[in-house]
């Protein structure tokens, strides 16, 4: 089973940097299809970033260009780099992760097995 632990949340003034990191365990990261989603209060969970298995990369019109997914194989982590931040990108956000061969609709929360706890990002203007 996939265990996932995010890092790397906090608090930062608009156009500010943060880098989101998410340890992997049971499984290499580098097999698996991931993904960042988050959700603000009294918002749905949305997909940010997601990354298949053959490394076929997808993000939200809302973080293109700003944002940046990557997988670390020697640290066994899924990160994000959040980069010029807003105040609407202030959510929980978490990495997902799931060993399908292939997902056919990466931006689904209910394509993905295995969730973080979660980690608070917060953007004042």
């Known amino acids: 089973q996939v265990q996932l632990v995010e890092s790397g949340g906090g608090s930062v003034q608009a156009g500010g940097s943060l880098r989101l990191s998410c340890v992997v365990s049971?499984?290499?990261?580098?097999?698996?299809?991931v993904a960042w989603f988050r959700q603000a209060p009294g918002h749905q969970r949305e997909g940010v970033a997601t990354?298949?298995?053959?490394?076929?990369?997808n993000y939200a019109d809302s973080v293109k260009g700003r944002f940046t997914i990557s997988r670390d194989s020697a640290k066994n982590t899924l990160d994000l780099q959040m980069n010029s931040l807003k105040p609407e990108d202030t959510a929980m956000y978490y990495c997902?992760?799931?060993?399908?061969?292939?997902?056919?609709?990466?931006?689904?929360?209910?394509?993905?097995?295995?969730w973080g706890q979660g980690t608070q990002v917060t953007v004042s203007s």
């Open positions: 997902a992760a799931d060993g399908t061969w292939t997902i056919p609709n990466p931006f689904a929360g209910a394509s993905y097995n295995d």
């Open positions: 049971g499984f290499t990261v580098e097999v698996l299809s």
């Open positions: 990354q298949g298995r053959f490394g076929n990369t």
